[in-house]
């Protein structure tokens, strides 16, 4: 009887391994993918791309037992070579090549020069060949940089005492309701695919007192803008026992300061790539929504034209006022109007035209909506008959506040969206490995 | 201007604050939600549902500043009063109660009686009532043994150097095909749910070398069984430069120790809570398909009726025998035929009756299907062809091989499986927050 008994430690060696500079001058086996051959006659240059960055090793003819020719860029490869230090080559160090063994090889020359520093092609091209593309080791760096993002929420929020909660994305009914749900059949019974996990993480509320997800949610909208996706990942939580809505700010920014720092100290090299400035998240501002208003028209001499709505472009100014009056490149933007906020939204015992809810923006694009909740339940039957709406099909929802709920609030942001901004990018499908919107549903 | 800074220090404690021991003796504020009151004339034992476990407190008559006949059960409350040492008290200690503050109401009393000990109720009324069913602390500690799970998942790969993805969930197409996908339109285009991230994944090993995903699957398979769902959390990896499918099966186990030590770790009073005894991974044995059948075959005097496939009961049986023979909870099944294995599984070179793949059974329960795939363009075409299958909509998945791939190969693990078998439950929705079957949509 064969018996596994964990991880076996592998023969070939990872960059990280040999850049603790214990193999200098031995030999090694390596192995990745051909991304480039410089072929200069009696030596030729061939880097590999590992998952760690790019290597770079030397074929010497006569020395290296193999015949170049039969090499193809886009090839796997392991060779077998010594470690030599040369300041010119990624890491430091290169290897001089004894062996190449060919593990696999392409079938077709590649669509696309991947390569290259810059891909140097349409984002519809980068999209139609997306798996190809992402080869690219800056167009990679970005999903690397959107893993800390995810991770250092996690993280962030185990510390804190949330607990994970994964909630289903296919339903009956969904939080909000509306024109914007994707809609399928479930063996004979109509059903929706989840714009939020809204409900789900509330009723979680009253479980756990803390709960986050991070997971995929469906948007049904007709939007076609730069900002805009059909399917993206949402990164909830919901918190009990909170003093205000106040809480929830601080939190976010708790989560923004612990991901900033994860990203210096185990993403630096994809900053590095991409050439990236990590934005201050020390202390982000807060504005009230009317006040954010009046300060952009003033400055900017804008006629509000709504003053219970946001548009993107005055989104875009109240970013770039408080870029401009207090450096920071984030806004906490509070008391939304209670007419433009879901009827689960607390609205504010002040002025209840306003609620205890809030936006954060990111350079003027908005990648967070949170607020307190109603946790009263003759309150939110009120609310619901209020606005009109049928509380049928939310028993179970209800059911949790009937039966005793904490204070609470918690926000959804947009993965994607803070991605962009992080890499600086202006599309989201950039920052999206396989992008979902109104004309694109494949690769 | 008012800034956010970061999380703010509460007053109230946490019950991991309160068991550091400083605070014997001392005034002290905590919150939560009234587990029970149990009343004993001059004293009542008010006890508190908190994030952390139960937490005992003490109401003298005269002493505390409060009525107690105003106080209800499941009402959320923030309390003062002094730590005294208790040893018949949940964690050695209990709060004599001088103030207590109400922060919210139930309407109405509680459907079930979520404060024993063993939540007496059948199934279909625990999933009926589920978010309240939760609020048992044995009911939630298996979701809290879920998150150690689908933790230890995502810190042991990233810690083997995998990077986390995000891949979508509509699709034009899906890996496996055929009749068990949920259809839907997607702005007047035929769309589908994926069953698997199997193509996505697989393609992002040419990008990242080894990448995981921890998200829903749909599967619209009318089995109505105590281990299918219909949507379940998929916790997926693949990994490039693999020597053989046997890497694939030494990470699950490393990943397997690691999770284990894990829960050991974090979460010890959940698995006291649930008496839970964690099974032994050091090593965990492997058999062919063929001997497996075989031996069960043999000692348990059944006749094997299809060579090519497992029934559920074989499998059981399968597990007996390794738990019998090695006391072995987990075992490797190798080797399955190819005709029950999707395409892009690779053929065994000295048999291609079979493919180089296997499942993982705990308990009898399969848990994991991996196993290497096809790699070679033209073997993958050839392969393609043979089941008369069309390869139209697949372009850029067959793009990746075309451009060069590494030898490669991963598995998908059913979290709620795991899970279940993890806690001793024999139900998978007992394991799963809120299920989806062929008869619940809701809640």
Chains 1, 2 share one sequence.
Not at 106 to 118: G, H
Not at 205 to 223: I, L, N, Y
Not at 356 to 382: A, P
Not at 398 to 426: A, N, Q
Request: net charge negative; hydrophobic share 35%.
């Amino acid at each position: 009887m064969e018996f596994m008994t964990g991880v076996n430690k592998k023969e070939t060696l990872e960059i990280g391994d040999l850049l603790t500079g214990s193999y200098e001058g031995k030999s090694v086996k390596v192995n990745g993918a051909v991304h480039t051959i410089r072929d200069m006659g009696e030596v030729a240059f061939i880097v590999l791309r590992k998952r760690e960055g790019l290597l770079q090793c030397v074929y010497e003819e006569g020395k290296t037992q193999f015949d170049l020719k039969d090499l193809k860029e886009a090839a796997t490869i392991e060779v077998e070579g010594t470690v030599k230090p040369e300041e010119r080559a990624p890491h430091g160090f290169e290897i001089r090549l004894d062996k190449i063994k060919v593990l696999s090889e392409p079938a077709a020359p590649m669509p696309l020069a991947i390569s290259k520093w810059k891909l140097n092609t349409s984002l519809e091209a980068n999209l139609n060949n997306r798996a190809i593309a992402l080869r690219n080791i800056r167009e990679r760096a970005k999903f690397r940089i959107q893993e800390g993002v995810v991770r250092g929420f996690r993280d962030f929020l185990y510390s804190q005492g949330f607990t994970e909660i994964h909630t289903p994305k296919i339903g009956a009914k969904s939080a909000e309701g509306g024109a914007n749900l994707f809609r399928l059949e479930y063996f004979h019974r109509p059903a929706v695919l989840q714009q939020s996990p809204q409900f789900y993480k509330q009723m979680m509320v009253g479980v756990f007192d803390r709960v986050f997800e991070t997971a995929p949610v469906f948007r049904a909208e007709k939007h076609n803008t730069k900002r805009h996706l059909n399917e993206y990942t949402s990164l909830d939580f919901e918190m009990g026992y909170i003093d205000g809505f106040e809480d929830i700010m601080a939190m976010e920014t708790g989560f923004l300061q612990y991901m900033i720092a994860l990203l210096k100290k185990d993403y630096a090299e994809e900053l590095r790539l991409l050439g990236v400035t990590l934005p201050n998240v020390d202390k982000i501002p807060t504005v009230r929504f009317d006040e954010a208003k009046e300060k952009v028209a003033e400055k900017y001499h804008r006629q509000i034209r709504n003053p219970y709505d946001l548009e993107p472009e005055e989104e875009a100014l109240i970013g770039q006022y408080f870029k401009e009056e207090y450096d920071a490149d984030f806004v906490f933007v509070t008391h939304y109007p209670s007419k433009k906020r879901p009827f689960y939204a607390m609205d504010d015992p002040a002025d209840p035209t306003y609620t205890l809810s809030f936006d954060l923006l990111y350079q003027g694009l908005e990648i967070t909506t949170g607020g307190q909740r109603i946790h009263d339940y003759n309150k939110l039957m009120e609310k619901i008959e209020k606005r009109g709406m049928e509380s049928e099909g939310m028993e179970q929802y209800l059911s949790v506040f009937k039966h005793g709920m904490p204070p609470h609030g918690g926000l959804g942001i947009g993965l994607e969206r803070l991605t962009m901004k992080l890499v600086g990018e202006d599309n989201v499908r950039e920052t999206t490995l396989f992008p979902r919107d109104l004309s694109r549903l494949e690769p």
